[in-house]
């Protein structure tokens, strides 16, 4: 069984940082891809940001130059820095690992709060 943890959410003022990061442990296997999406009541999912087992980071347009996202393979965990926050990224971040060979699986993690305001 995979299970993702996810931690380092909290409430900033706008042009704070917070890093978040996502754990996984388990039947880990066949990484294909690791990263964030974050979701606010009313609104739709929106992928964040992701990296490819090769590496190939994605970006979405709004988070361009602020957020970082990177990865500890050793420690099957995924980080998401966010720099220069601004209330309009306040939302429930949800990690996910793809994962499977043939077969593609998307592992989700809890969910942490991230609040930023004034």
């Known amino acids: 069984q995979v299970q993702l943890v996810e931690s380092g959410g909290g409430l900033v003022q706008p042009g704070g940082s917070l890093r978040l990061s996502c754990a996984a442990s388990g039947s880990i296997f066949s990484i294909n891809a690791m990263g964030w999406y974050r979701q606010a009541p009313g609104k739709q999912r929106e992928l964040v940001a992701a990296v490819t087992s090769g590496g190939s980071t994605n970006y979405a347009d709004s988070v361009k130059g602020r957020f970082t996202i990177s990865r500890d393979n050793t420690k099957n965990t995924v980080y998401l820095q966010m720099n220069s926050l601004k209330p309009e990224d306040t939302a429930v971040y949800y990690c996910?690992?793809?994962?499977?060979?043939?077969?593609?699986?998307?592992?989700w993690g809890q969910g942490t709060q991230v609040t930023v305001s004034s």
């Open positions: 996910f690992f793809n994962l499977g060979y043939a077969i593609e699986t998307d592992y």
